[in-house]
């Protein structure tokens, strides 16, 4: 007997109907959806009219620095993630494997351009020149930040998921008057969220607003196809980069394991949001490789052939492949990022372990007028965890 479909729901009888004039496909992650990918897994790189432009721009020494800050950060990332497995540190947000993204989008940026992370943006703040070893301050517990982001217009992490992508709008559309005042050279601002992050109210208000005011945004989302245990197939049921038409404004999906492509891209958007034209919409393909914190425990909601196959699209390795082809790396050099990334981690490791929590106190006794029992809670546990930390060398009262 022939199967036969039946409707389910309201929208697939309309389907059914009228054939699908949703613009839903049927399968939301379609690798279909067009990508924009300059060097392939074998590390060979192909040309675009629109892109290749800013990679020819580059001097062999940039292109070999694209690979020492990615395999610089991942290093961080180890360690951070090591000082968390031995106490050190309350939490960890590891990020390895979109160092494509990160790195490649941090690079694009001027100084002038001002930066809204989220919580996992390790490689961004790299490219931006801040010391990582303040990125373990709010980790550690002793800040709510950690750095003075007008040093670097990178700003604080934001725990609450996309309530930065609303910052960054109203940030450009201030940046815009200044430049219209004569008060400041062009700039953008670029708001990084993810895929999960990309379901709040925040981003949909922020994207209006942006398109609205023609705010100097470019808008960053890191499709790592997870929100913790959620897959990306729930959060969307259209490929991300397409909501950026029912805005206004370009939306253009880029291969986020591809750090060449991720910069040429980042670097076009930047232009375009600069100039005047408005925001653009990066959605960056990429995977979270590890987990989605260090309390997170990804082989209980996904399988381990979904990251084997990820892993083979390393950003790191195919970039050493075309750089070896290109006879720009040899051993040695690979050897020498390899130590640049041992000495961070010895800095970054030396910082945490004598970082003060001297001042945090007052934290707990702003929340609320009068004393609460859940804040006491909060603070007695933090007290221990301080106090664990008695034995260990150098550490300040
Ligand atoms: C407003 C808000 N709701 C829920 C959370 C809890 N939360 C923290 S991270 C996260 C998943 C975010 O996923 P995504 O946006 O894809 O970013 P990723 O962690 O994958 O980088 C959730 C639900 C939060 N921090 N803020
Ligand atoms: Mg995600």
């Known amino acids: 007997m022939a199967e036969v479909h039946l409707p389910t729901t309201e929208f697939e009888e309309a389907d059914a109907a009228h054939g699908n004039q949703h613009g839903v496909t049927d399968e939301p992650n379609a690798d279909a959806e067009p990508m924009v990918s300059l060097l392939s897994v074998e590390g060979e790189l192909t040309r675009d009219e629109t892109y290749s432009p800013y990679l020819d721009a580059l001097s062999a020494e940039e292109l070999l620095s694209f690979y020492s800050d990615m395999a610089t950060v991942r290093r961080f990332d180890q360690e951070a993630t090591a000082l968390q497995r031995q106490g050190e540190l309350a939490m960890w947000v590891p990020m ?62 934001t725990l609450v998921l996309a309530a930065q992508t609303l910052h960054a709008v109203g940030y450009a559309m201030g940046m815009a008057r200044d430049v219209a005042a004569g008060l400041a050279e062009a700039a953008a601002t670029i708001a990084y969220f993810g895929d999960g992050a990309s379901s709040e109210g925040d981003v949909h208000e922020s994207m209006v607003f942006a398109a609205s005011y023609q705010a100097p945004v470019v808008f960053f989302c890191q499709n790592n196809r997870w929100a913790i245990s959620v897959p990306f197939e729930v959060q969307s049921k259209v490929p991300l980069v397409r909501r950026a038409g029912g805005y206004g404004f370009p939306g253009i999906r880029v291969d986020g394991n591809d750090v060449l492509a991720v910069y040429a891209v980042t670097q076009w958007a930047l232009e375009h949001a600069r100039s005047g034209k408005g925001p653009v ?48 790396a040899d051993d040695e050099f690979f050897a020498k990022v390899s130590a640049v990334g041992d000495e961070l981690a010895a800095h970054v490791r030396a910082a945490v372990v004598t970082m003060s929590a001297k001042d945090i106190g007052a934290s707990f006794a702003n929340v609320y007028a009068t004393a609460h029992p859940l804040i006491a809670e909060e603070s007695a546990w933090q007290r221990a965890y301080e106090a664990s930390f008695a034995d260990a060398e150098g550490v300040a009262e």
Do not use: C
């Open 96 to 157: 390895t494997g979109q160092e494509g993204a990160q790195i490649g989008s941090g690079r694009a940026s001027k100084p002038a351009d001002y930066i809204f992370p989220t919580y996992r943006e390790h490689g961004v703040a790299l490219t931006r020149g801040l010391d990582l070893s303040l990125l373990l301050r709010q980790f550690r517990g002793v800040s709510n930040a950690g750095w003075d982001p007008r040093e670097t217009n990178f700003h604080m992490y």
């Open 281 to 328: 919409l990066i959605e960056a393909d990429t995977y979270r490789l590890g987990a989605h914190t260090t309390a997170d425990d990804p082989t209980k909601y996904r399988d381990r052939a979904q990251e084997d196959a990820w892993r083979l699209k390393d950003p790191l390795l195919r970039l050493e492949k075309y750089l070896r082809s290109l006879g720009l």
